[in-house]
């Protein structure tokens, strides 16, 4: 029972974080081609100094963001060490890179100016995402603390029953095919 609450707890945060970094993914690249067309008098985009650099980081993030979703289904499916591994570190890096694009939102906002709904809306879901996103890495990485919690680092049991060697209670390996 326990070994599931970290993973009960991942798998919602995890399809929350996708929905919201595609709608980050679609309102960024919206903004950003209004942006280079040289729209910003459009009513619903306005913008000042530091657009340009929060839709760039917001679609990295964005971006990031769902391919480290993806390894994160392929994680909380298998929930094994090894899968923990891809999941987790794609996780931190789309943590930072949210990390930063929600430092420029807060420029932006700090800066002020008019800026339509939807930059607004953006910079709203950058900030909340940067704050889900940590969450979702702190989930997954519930095992280190704890193996009792999921899969932690410390678990080895990859070598048991490897061919030629010593398993992991002191039994030899058996070389030959696996039926």
Not at 64 to 70: A, P, T
Not at 82 to 103: C, E, N, P
Request: charge should be positive; aromatic fraction near 12%; charged fraction near 10%.
């Amino acid at each position: 029972m326990a070994r599931t609450v970290a993973r009960t707890l991942a798998a919602p945060l995890l399809f929350i974080n996708l929905v919201m970094y595609l709608i980050v993914l679609g309102f960024a690249s919206w903004c950003l081609n209004r942006f280079i067309n040289g729209q910003t008098n459009h009513p619903s985009f306005g913008g000042n100094g530091a657009t340009m650099f929060f839709l760039v980081f917001a679609i990295l993030a964005a971006v990031l963001g769902i391919i480290s979703k993806l390894i994160g289904a392929k994680h909380l499916r298998a929930w094994r060490n090894d899968s923990l591994a891809a999941a987790g570190s794609s996780a931190v890096i789309a943590w930072a890179v949210t990390a930063l694009a929600f430092g420029l939102a807060c420029k932006e906002i700090n800066i002020g100016g008019w800026r339509g709904w939807r930059l607004r809306v953006l910079e709203g879901f950058v900030i909340v995402l940067g704050v889900t996103q940590l969450l979702y890495v702190l989930m997954l990485h519930t095992g280190w603390f704890s193996s009792t919690y999921g899969p932690g680092y410390r678990d080895t049991e990859y070598g048991v029953g490897a061919p030629g060697g010593v398993g992991e209670k002191g039994t030899t390996g058996v070389t030959g095919a696996r039926v």
